[in-house]
Nanobody, 115 residues
Framework: QEQLMESGGGLVQAGGSLRLSCAAS????????MGWYRQAPGKQRELVAR???????NYPDSVKGRFIISRDNAKNTVYLQMNSLKPEDTGNYYC?????????WGKGTLVTVSA
C-alpha cells in the first residue's frame, strides 16, 4: 500500500482556508480518476470532490463554491483547496483513486474547524 499520501490537514478557525495535497504513484495518477472524501466520527464517508482524467469535476452542494479540486499531472498530485471553512467541514479527509470496479484510499488527514 502507501500509494496515496495525504497532507495539509490541521486546525483552523471558521472562515479560514486549508489546502490538502495527495501525492500518488505515477501508475495510479496517470490512469485513475481522483477524489476526496471525508468522514466525521459516527458518520458515513462522503464524497467531497472528484476529478476525472478529462478534468471533469463534481462537488456536493455542501461544498460547492467553497472547495476546488485540481490535479497537477507533472507532480502526480491532486489538491483540495478549501475556503470559507465551517465547523461541519470537520473530519478525516481521504484521497481516493478510482479505477473501473476498484477504489484505492489514502490513510487520511484530519481537518478540524473551530467555531
Amino acid at each position: 500500500q502507501e500509494q496515496l499520501m495525504e497532507s495539509g490537514g490541521g486546525l483552523v478557525q471558521a472562515g479560514g482556508s486549508l489546502r490538502l495535497s495527495c501525492a500518488a504513484s505515477r501508475s495510479i495518477f496517470s490512469s485513475a480518476a481522483m477524489g476526496w472524501y471525508r468522514q466525521a466520527p459516527g458518520k458515513q464517508r462522503e464524497l467531497v470532490a472528484r476529478i476525472t482524467r478529462g478534468d471533469t469535476t463534481n462537488y456536493p452542494d455542501s461544498v460547492k463554491g467553497r472547495f476546488i479540486i485540481s490535479r497537477d499531472n507533472a507532480k502526480n498530485t491532486v489538491y483540495l483547496q478549501m475556503n470559507s471553512l465551517k465547523p461541519e467541514d470537520t473530519g478525516n479527509y481521504y484521497c481516493s483513486a478510482d479505477f473501473p470496479g476498484v477504489r484505492y484510499w489514502g490513510k487520511g488527514t484530519l481537518v478540524t474547524v473551530s467555531a
